[in-house]
């Protein structure tokens, strides 16, 4: 195992930890807007801490990695996180790392990883997206998400194309995170439909390779038969045979 290896399986849950935790202190102060101060402020340090950590993770695989310029390039998610710490919303990116860890430690199959992704995925989507245009359209002239409620109603019906329009952004941020939702649920919704239609294909491609098999097995077992047969036949015959030549008229 290599030494990039060895610090991802000893950094895997703790960074987990981590993640949670810094959606904890973002999520917060925007579902509880009456918090005191120093709730704030602890909220907010804690998401520089997570920040911190996520860098020096960052940091450390890359120090780690053979290849570095591949690894940027792989992991440019991980970079623009980083890169990024003032642009509140996209500090929820940081999330991400919980899909990805659990798809990666949790299932082994193919299938099972793309359905961890879509399932994980949908909910994180849209608990982000609720989040981040609530944090971002309350207080807005004009605005309609004044509050968490409003923020869930209105990432559930962009991401499912329903848009009743009851609820829309009316800032330039909150523009960016619909759209961001938007392409997002699409992709989601298209993994998901993809997903269920290989499961059904497979499905009843092992429904047909059982039938096949069984009608295998069948005429194996008439053929058999039919040799059986044909030596009994065969056997009749020679005595018939034998009785006539054995026969003194």
Avoid at 126 to 149: F, K, V
Wanted: aromatic residues 8%; hydrophobic residues 50%.
């Amino acid at each position: 195992m290599s030494r990039l290896d060895l610090w991802r399986q000893r950094t895997e849950w703790p960074l987990i930890g981590v993640a949670v935790i810094f959606l904890i202190a973002y999520g917060l102060p925007i579902a509880l807007p009456g918090l005191p101060r120093w709730a704030d402020v602890l909220s907010s340090t804690l998401m520089t801490v997570a920040w911190f950590v996520f860098a020096i993770d960052y940091v450390v695989r890359l120090s780690l990695s053979d290849d570095k310029l591949r690894f940027v390039r792989q992991y440019w998610l991980d970079l623009l996180v980083v890169a990024l710490p003032l642009l509140r919303p996209l500090r929820l990116l940081l999330l991400v790392k919980v899909l990805q860890r659990f798809s990666r430690t949790g299932v082994q199959r193919l299938r099972g990883r793309v359905v961890t992704y879509a399932t994980g995925g949908t909910a994180l989507l849209i608990l982000t997206s609720a989040l981040a245009i609530t944090d971002t359209e309350r207080g807005a002239p004009g605005a309609t998400i004044e509050g968490l409620g409003d923020g869930f109603w209105w990432a559930i019906t962009t991401m499912t194309t329903v848009g009743y329009g009851d609820q829309f952004p009316v800032t330039t941020a909150g523009r960016f995170i619909a759209a961001g939702l938007m392409v997002g649920g699409i992709a989601l919704l298209g993994v998901v439909t993809a997903t269920l239609a290989s499961w059904m294909v497979q499905t009843v491609e092992e429904a047909a390779e059982d039938e096949a098999t069984a009608t295998r097995a069948q005429v194996k077992d008439l053929a058999a038969e039919v040799r059986a047969l044909r030596a009994e036949l065969a056997r009749t015959r020679e005595a018939g045979q034998a009785r006539a030549g054995s026969d003194p008229r």
